[in-house]
Every structure is written in structure tokens, then in C-alpha cells.
């Protein structure tokens, strides 16, 4: 079983910066994804890395602003949020995947984030 919790939301203005952080357990992780979700808006992939480590993706809208990384010593998956703009308000999920060919089957309860203009 997989658990997820996230951590770190908040409010900040518009240029700032927020970090947030998933505290993973479990077994068999295969990668841990962020997703988010703003208001009246579909869920939406942010970024992603292999639980090795050896691989991370990026959605077009956050690349160059947010560096999603792994704390191997507190098996925690953090996302750095920088130049923040607006549009990044929204929900944002932490999730799970076991294998390669897997669903992201699991998640956490989910972290606001609100950018002030």
C-alpha cells in the first residue's frame, strides 16, 4: 500500500516562490507525479521523476520554474515553485505509480496553491 502526503501550500504573490513536499511510503513505487486542478479547470500533469531519481519531466506551462527532486535519506519528493505566476493557482496532488505501464493509482489529499496578482 502507498501512502502520500503533501505538504507546503500556501499563498504568495505572484513572482514568489513555494515549495512543496510528498512524504511517500510504501513499496514497488515505480515514480511520483504532481498534478493540480484550478477551479472549473481538468486535473492536469506538472511534473514527474522516476523514484530512482534518474528521470524527471516537466509540463511545458512550469518548466524552467519548478524543479521537482527526491530526498532519498526521508523518502520525500519535493517541488520547487519559482516565479510563480497566477495561473498556478490550483490544487496540487501528489501521486503514485507502481510500474512503468501503470495508472497513477494513488494520491494524497492535496495542497492549495494561491498566487496573488
Known amino acids: 500500500q502507498v501512502q502520500l502526503v503533501e505538504s507546503g501550500g500556501g499563498l504568495v504573490q505572484a513572482g514568489g516562490s513555494l515549495r512543496l513536499s510528498c512524504a511517500a511510503s510504501?513499496?514497488?513505487?515505480?515514480?511520483i507525479g504532481w498534478f493540480r486542478q484550478a477551479p472549473g479547470k481538468e486535473r492536469e500533469f506538472v511534473a514527474s521523476i522516476r523514484w530512482s531519481g534518474d528521470s524527471k519531466y516537466y509540463a511545458g506551462s512550469v518548466k524552467g520554474r519548478f524543479t521537482i527532486s527526491r530526498d532519498n535519506a526521508k523518502n520525500t519528493v519535493s517541488l520547487r515553485m519559482n516565479s510563480l505566476k497566477p495561473e498556478d493557482t490550483a490544487v496540487y496532488y501528489c501521486?503514485?505509480?507502481?510500474?512503468?505501464?501503470?495508472?497513477?493509482?494513488?494520491w494524497g489529499q492535496g495542497t492549495q496553491v494561491t498566487v496573488s496578482s
Open positions: 501521486t503514485a505509480r507502481t510500474s512503468s505501464t501503470a495508472d497513477y493509482d494513488y
Open positions: 510504501g513499496f514497488s513505487i515505480y515514480a
